[in-house]
């Protein structure tokens, strides 16, 4: 229920404008998104590198509606490699990009401009020596992203995929990207899903997490681990284990501010753990999902809107 309000406010206009004008709530943005520059998106990269950590990271901007606009994210991340790389960090950091913001859903040759725009940043992501990884959005877009994800990796074979557990399908997809050089991202999933397609169960969800990472770590691809999940973080150390696999052949990916502690704790151990860093003004729908994943946070979220500081 309070997911669902969440998820609901996080595409309210009322809302977003509220939270956008209250200064302190800026001190909740801050914890989840690097900033709303490019630079501010490279300090944060390299302060989490000097931290043992790397990045992935992601251009915030989801609907987009005209082709102008998919235009803008695509500059925007070839402004951010162009800057990782005078900042001498590509070898440590990446790019996550979500096809919609590419323009995948317009109405007008949508599919043709998200490859054109995602070929265009994966070829700069390759230029300047670092890679990119394609989110996994609603279950409406997983074929025609994998689509666009077989197309990218006949170019850049190293584009990385995105599954997500609660997908009944993703099992059989896991299989069949698990050949080698693909790099795989495992998540549980963050949309609203109907029962024909996902579980719905808690449980379940995390059930097929586990039957995917033993897929993963038996195929011949590099699982990305991306949890907070402690208990499933604590699985896939014994499948690595089981799998023979050594450190340096998978990792693990967490995001920006969640559980900062646990990403420090397994870069300690030898693990590879890779940080989702988000930047860019268009914060707001994406800290509000954040919030509905772990309502915990909404203390600091209503302390931030009612101080009037
Ligand atoms: C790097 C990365 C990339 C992602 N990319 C995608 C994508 O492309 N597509 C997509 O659909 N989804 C993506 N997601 C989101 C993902 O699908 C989940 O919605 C999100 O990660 C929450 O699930 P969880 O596995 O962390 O576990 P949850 O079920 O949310 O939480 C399980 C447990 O983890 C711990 N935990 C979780 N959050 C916190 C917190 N804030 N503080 C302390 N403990 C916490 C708690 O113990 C909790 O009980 C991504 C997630 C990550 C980390």
Not at 256 to 266: H, I, N, S, T, W
Request: proline letters at 3%; aromatic letters at 6%.
């Amino acid at each position: 229920m309070l997911r669902s309000t969440l998820l609901a406010l996080s595409r309210n206009d009322k809302a977003e404008h509220i939270a956008r004008n209250n200064p302190a709530a800026r001190t909740l943005v801050n914890r989840f998104v690097a900033g709303n520059e490019v630079a501010d998106a490279v300090r944060t990269c390299a302060e989490l590198s000097a931290a043992g950590l790397l990045a992935t990271v992601d251009y915030l901007g989801e609907d987009t509606t005209d082709l102008a606009m998919a235009k803008r994210t695509a500059a925007a991340y070839i402004e951010f490699l162009v800057a990782l790389g005078e900042a001498g960090l590509t070898q440590r950091v990446e790019v996550s990009i979500k096809l919609t913001a590419l323009g995948l859903t317009l109405p007008a040759d949508g599919t043709r401009i998200a490859k054109e725009l995602a070929g265009e940043i994966c070829a700069k992501a390759a230029e300047m020596g670092t890679t990119v990884t394609v989110d996994m959005e609603d279950h409406t877009t997983t074929d025609s992203t994998l689509e666009i994800l077989r197309d990218l990796r006949e170019d850049f074979p190293s584009t990385g995929a995105v599954l997500q557990a609660y997908l009944h399908r993703s099992q059989a997809d896991c299989v069949d990207l698990s050949y080698p050089g693909s790099r795989i991202r495992l998540v549980k999933g963050a949309y609203r899903e109907p029962a024909s397609v996902a579980f719905q169960d808690k449980h379940q969800v995390d059930v097929s997490y586990v039957r995917c990472m033993a897929v993963l770590l038996a195929g011949s691809g590099f699982p990305m681990f991306a949890t907070h999940d402690p208990r499933l973080i604590e699985i896939a150390g014994s499948l690595v284990v089981k799998s023979g696999r050594e450190q340096g052949t998978y990792e693990y990916q967490m995001l920006l501010g969640v559980r900062p502690d646990e990403q420090l704790r397994l870069a300690a151990a030898g693990e590879q753990v890779r940080v989702y860093v988000p930047f860019g003004d268009q914060w707001y729908g994406y800290l509000m999902r954040r919030l509905a994943e772990r309502p915990a946070n909404l203390g600091l979220l209503a302390r931030s809107l009612t101080s009037k500081g």
